[in-house]
C-alpha cells in the first residue's frame, strides 16, 4: 500500500511542478492598452481620506436634497397609482375570478 501511495504522491507533485511552470508562460495582456479613449480625462471623484469620513460629523442633507428626493417619491408613488390601475389580465377573467371566488367561499362553508 505505501508504494501506491507514495506513486500518486509523485505524480500529484509532477502535475502541480506543470501546472506552475505552464503558467509561469502566460503573456498577460497590456493593460494600458485596454483603456478607452478620453479615460485619462475623465472627470473621476476626488478621493478623501478614511479618517475625516469615519470621525468627522455625520452627513446632512440639504433643503435641494431633500426637495429633490420628496419630488422623486412624488413621482414614483404617481407611476405606482397608475399601474395600480392597470389590467393586465385579458377580458373576462375578472368574472371568471369572482365565479371561483364564490365557489371557494361555498366549498369551505361546506367544510
Known amino acids: 500500500m ?40 475623465a472627470a473621476f471623484p476626488k478621493l478623501v481620506p478614511l479618517d475625516g469620513l469615519l470621525t468627522g460629523p455625520e452627513p446632512r442633507a440639504t433643503v435641494e436634497m431633500a426637495q429633490g428626493i420628496e419630488g422623486r417619491i412624488a413621482g414614483l408613488q404617481a407611476r405606482a397609482s397608475r399601474l395600480r390601475r392597470l389590467s393586465a389580465a385579458p377580458r373576462g377573467v375578472g368574472s371568471r375570478l369572482a365565479r371561483l371566488r364564490q365557489k371557494a367561499a361555498a366549498l369551505r362553508a361546506m367544510q
Open 2 to 41: 505505501t508504494g501506491q501511495s507514495s506513486t500518486r504522491g509523485k505524480i500529484t507533485a509532477a502535475a502541480m511542478a506543470l501546472a506552475v511552470t505552464l503558467s509561469a508562460c502566460t503573456t498577460f495582456p497590456e493593460l494600458d492598452a485596454a483603456q478607452t479613449p478620453g479615460v485619462e480625462n
